[in-house]
């Protein structure tokens, strides 16, 4: 299986530093980060840093923090996606000790415990988290924080310079000094941990995940075999948050490809910024993708170019049989308003196939993967080579796959083998022997089947599926696709809803209130809630029986998500019983 995804010629890596030094030496006056920089009078500048001058700085900043006394210490990071983030975060790994990067979006309370719980001697942030450093500098004597260093306060008693740091480490590495020495000389074991994850969910239930420099680097190899780049031309749209392994990764696949990074402002800026920096990757979750597809369809729509659209779209495909490849010059207009897009990459859950589709035939290349942080984070990845339209591609290589106890369908939990696999949970010796088992299978808790050519298919999670009193199964996101397919449908769930002594199906459905503003006007709620119920009874009427779902809740109110907006089902069906039961 693994055969299938090997295309292209890759560069295997000792260790993070190997290949920061080997794509320095490869690429040093090529850009590889934009740093937009907005000036007091408004005016807007672009610092393009090449490999050489990223490098150097790492070097300073590295001799600065073992001056501290940092070497072999855990150090935290807490910040929006910038630049500092990622020199931080290789600076590190690349010769002072192991690397905590913390979800950007936590509360204050749980900031505290994760620095607490990591057992970080120091903490690298912004100028967001500025107040919060204060007062947990002040009230939390729990922790083993030592050094509190802002990226952006230059003078300040509390707190280091970020900036001060790369200052007096550029004269250390002019003199090489011993701390630049003992830098340049530190020695990293691959194969033990040096980065320390968090996964989302309250800090109470959160597993900090132990990753080495062996994962990464094996996941940098099998994603040079599998996915084209091209060096100097490539552009990157930093999206999703560094913090979390698939933005970490693709980050770093593309610095060690020679491509350059820009970062996004937000989820209110991305086409701006697509467009702004002319970026040709990007990398998000299934819900951005698609309202990004969404947008342009409606658009089209508007335009009354929708028959034209679907023409050129098979115009496309029946040339692509003959090798010639025409999409991009055909869809040139819907290409340019999203800044020349080339890739996009669907991570974190289910991409509608429709959508995927819908943009491989545009001339946008859109591939799925699947993974877990535990996993560093790809398992399975596809490419413009091997797309199957819903599922999630073939493994990289090095990486082994099953499904543990298929059923009549060829379903069962997916498990995984290789060097990808997390080291375990910090100080969680149960929950790590649960999943993680002494033959080297780490099991996802994820359910799935692998078709006959190879390619896996997810059909949910484990813990989510709907055992009924009969004994039949119910894969909930199976239905969620098909109520996701409702015009008005912003997101839903669907879940077992305690009754008596069995389940009833329910659907929680979220409606996205603007398009029926537009689309009917003056509707009540009870009329809307009479159309959903008709709608659902169609999709019932070609399922089996024992699926149908038999009762919806209908809002306008958003549910709880994580910071990649997955939503939190678990925490959304807890709230959703609660509120019910209250009623």
Same mark, same amino acid.
């Given at each position: 299986?693994?055969?299938?995804?090997?295309?292209?010629?890759?560069?295997?890596?000792?260790?993070?530093?190997?290949?920061? @030094?080997?794509?320095?030496e490869?690429?040093?006056?090529?850009?590889?980060?934009?740093?937009k920089?907005k000036?007091?009078?408004?005016?807007?500048?672009?610092?393009?840093?090449?490999?050489?001058e990223?490098?150097?700085?790492?070097?300073?900043?590295?001799s600065?923090?073992? %001056?501290?006394?940092?070497?072999?210490?855990?150090?935290?990071i807490?910040?929006?996606?910038?630049?500092? /983030?990622?020199?931080?975060?290789?600076?590190?790994?690349?010769?002072?000790?192991?690397?905590?990067?913390?979800?950007?979006?936590?509360?204050?309370?749980?900031?505290?415990?994760?620095?607490?719980?990591?057992?970080?001697?120091?903490?690298?942030?912004?100028?967001?988290?500025?107040?919060?450093?204060?007062?947990?500098?002040k009230?939390?004597?729990?922790?083993?924080?030592?050094?509190?260093?802002?990226?952006?306060?230059?003078?300040?008693?509390?707190?280091?310079?970020y900036?001060?740091?790369?200052?007096?480490?550029?004269?250390?590495?002019?003199?090489?000094?011993?701390?630049?020495?003992?830098?340049?000389?530190?020695?990293i074991n691959?194969?033990?941990?040096?980065?320390?994850?968090?996964?989302?969910?309250?800090t109470?239930?959160?597993?900090?995940?132990?990753?080495?420099?062996?994962?990464?680097v094996?996941e940098l190899?099998?994603?040079?075999?599998?996915?084209?780049?091209?060096?100097g031309?490539?552009?990157?749209?930093e999206?999703?948050?560094?913090?979390?392994t698939?933005?970490?990764?693709?980050?770093?696949?593309?610095?060690?490809?020679?491509?350059?990074?820009?970062?996004?402002?937000?989820?209110?800026?991305?086409?701006e @910024?697509m467009?702004?920096?002319?970026?040709?990757?990007?990398?998000?979750?299934?819900?951005?993708?698609?309202?990004?597809?969404?947008?342009?369809?409606?658009?089209?729509?508007?335009?009354?170019?929708?028959?034209?659209?679907?023409?050129?779209?098979?115009?496309?495909?029946?040339?692509?049989?003959?090798?010639?490849?025409?999409?991009?010059?055909?869809?040139?207009?819907?290409i340019?308003?999203?800044?020349?897009?080339r890739?996009?990459?669907?991570?974190a859950?289910?991409?509608?196939?429709?959508?995927?589709?819908?943009?491989?035939?545009?001339g946008?290349? $859109?591939v799925?993967?699947?993974?877990?942080?535990?996993?560093?984070p790809?398992i399975?990845?596809?490419n413009?080579?091997n797309?199957?339209y819903?599922?999630?591609?073939?493994?990289?290589?090095?990486?082994?796959?099953?499904?543990e106890n298929?059923?009549?369908?060829?379903?069962?939990?997916?498990? $995984?083998?290789g060097?990808?696999?997390?080291?375990?949970?910090?100080?969680?010796?149960?929950?790590t022997?649960?999943?993680?088992?002494?033959?080297?299978w780490?099991?996802?808790?994820?359910?799935?089947?692998?078709d006959?050519?190879?390619?896996?298919?997810?059909?949910g999670?484990?813990?989510?599926?709907?055992?009924l009193?009969n004994?039949?199964?119910i894969?909930?996101?199976?239905?969620?696709?098909?109520?996701?397919?409702?015009?008005?449908?912003?997101?839903?769930?669907?879940?077992?809803?305690?009754?008596?002594?069995?389940?009833?199906?329910?659907?929680?459905?979220?409606?996205?209130?603007?398009?029926?503003?537009e689309?009917?006007k003056?509707? $009540?709620?009870?009329?809307?809630?009479?159309?959903? /119920?008709?709608?659902?009874?169609k999709?019932? %009427? @070609?399922?089996?029986?024992?699926?149908?779902?038999?009762?919806?809740?209908?809002?306008?109110?958003p549910?709880?998500?994580?910071?990649?907006?997955?939503?939190?089902?678990?925490?959304?069906?807890?709230?959703?019983?609660?509120?019910?039961?209250?009623k």
């Amino acid at each position: 299986m693994n055969s299938k995804n090997c295309f292209y010629e890759a560069d295997k890596y000792k260790d993070l530093r190997d290949m920061v @030094n080997k794509v320095t030496e490869k690429y040093s006056e090529l850009t590889a980060f934009i740093e937009k920089r907005k000036l007091a009078d408004k005016e807007v500048t672009y610092r393009h840093i090449s490999y050489r001058e990223f490098k150097d700085e790492m070097d300073a900043l590295g001799s600065s923090l073992i %001056s501290l006394g940092l070497k072999n210490k855990k150090i935290a990071i807490l910040s929006q996606n910038r630049y500092e /983030w990622v020199e931080s975060y290789l600076c590190i790994l690349s010769g002072v000790g192991t690397v905590v990067p913390l979800d950007r979006s936590l509360p204050a309370d749980e900031i505290v415990s994760l620095l607490r719980r990591s057992e970080a001697d120091a903490v690298i942030f912004d100028k967001k988290y500025t107040e919060v450093m204060e007062n947990i500098q002040k009230n939390d004597k729990e922790n083993n924080v030592k050094y509190y260093i802002s990226m952006d306060i230059e003078e300040d008693n509390n707190f280091v310079s970020y900036n001060k740091l790369i200052e007096k480490g550029k004269e250390r590495v002019k003199e090489k000094d011993k701390f630049y020495e003992e830098y340049l000389n530190y020695e990293i074991n691959p194969k033990e941990m040096s980065i320390l994850l968090y996964t989302s969910g309250t800090t109470s239930m959160s597993k900090a995940v132990m990753l080495c420099h062996e994962n990464i680097v094996s996941e940098l190899y099998g994603l040079e075999s599998v996915l084209k780049l091209y060096t100097g031309k490539d552009r990157y749209l930093e999206f999703l948050p560094l913090h979390h392994t698939l933005g970490t990764i693709v980050m770093i696949f593309v610095y060690a490809t020679g491509g350059e990074t820009a970062f996004c402002e937000g989820l209110r800026h991305i086409q701006e @910024n697509m467009k702004e920096y002319k970026a040709s990757i990007f990398i998000a979750v299934p819900l951005l993708i698609e309202n990004i597809y969404k947008k342009v369809m409606k658009q089209i729509e508007k335009q009354g170019k929708l028959k034209k659209v679907m023409f050129a779209r098979k115009l496309g495909n029946f040339f692509l049989k003959f090798g010639i490849d025409i999409r991009r010059k055909l869809f040139k207009e819907v290409i340019d308003n999203l800044g020349g897009l080339r890739v996009i990459v669907c991570g974190a859950a289910a991409l509608d196939k429709e959508v995927s589709k819908g943009l491989n035939e545009m001339g946008i290349e $859109t591939v799925q993967g699947y993974g877990l942080t535990e996993t560093s984070p790809v398992i399975t990845v596809e490419n413009d080579k091997n797309i199957r339209y819903g599922s999630s591609g073939y493994p990289l290589l090095d990486v082994e796959v099953e499904i543990e106890n298929p059923d009549e369908k060829g379903i069962g939990e997916i498990k $995984t083998k290789g060097p990808h696999v997390m080291l375990g949970y910090y100080k969680m010796e149960e929950e790590t022997k649960e999943v993680l088992k002494d033959d080297g299978w780490f099991y996802t808790g994820d359910l799935g089947y692998i078709d006959k050519d190879g390619y896996l298919f997810i059909t949910g999670r484990k813990k989510y599926v709907i055992v009924l009193k009969n004994g039949k199964n119910i894969y909930p996101e199976e239905l969620e696709k098909l109520i996701d397919k409702l015009p008005y449908v912003s997101e839903n769930i669907v879940f077992g809803l305690p009754k008596d002594d069995d389940l009833l199906v329910t659907a929680k459905i979220v409606y996205n209130k603007d398009y029926v503003k537009e689309a009917y006007k003056d509707i $009540t709620k009870e009329e809307l809630n009479d159309m959903i /119920w008709k709608d659902i009874k169609k999709i019932n %009427s @070609n399922l089996s029986t024992y699926k149908y779902i038999k009762k919806i809740i209908v809002t306008d109110e958003p549910m709880i998500k994580t910071t990649t907006a997955k939503i939190k089902k678990i925490a959304e069906i807890e709230k959703t019983i609660k509120e019910l039961e209250e009623k």
